[in-house]
């Protein structure tokens, strides 16, 4: 079991596919308001095993004072799976 409270993500990349990350990301966020979210997230880390399960994707965020995870998003509607600078 994991030592901190995490989400289990899949993650839609476009034509890159379905990715699967975990993201401490439980105290401002619960599970429906992240369905369908656009985010930003870093595909081309070496793959990690969170507790039983095996993270392949980096989720970007902010930690805030309180340990609070603030997720970094897209100003605007942009296309599933492009690179970011």
């Keep these: 079991k994991a030592r901190n409270p995490a ?5 839609d990349f476009g034509a890159l596919g379905v990715r699967k ?10 599970r429906d308001e992240l369905m369908g979210r ?3 997230a870093v595909i081309n880390f ?4 969170i507790a039983d399960f095996g993270s392949k994707v980096l989720v970007l965020g902010v930690v805030l004072d309180n340990e609070a995870v ?14 970011i600078l």
């Design 21 to 30: 990350s975990s993201a401490q990301i439980t105290k401002l966020y619960s």
């Design 46 to 49: 070496p793959p990690r095993q």
């Design 70 to 83: 603030v997720l970094v998003q897209p100003d605007g509607d942009v296309p599933l799976g492009k690179r």
């Design 7 to 11: 989400y289990k993500l899949w993650i």
């Design 38 to 40: 656009l985010i930003i």
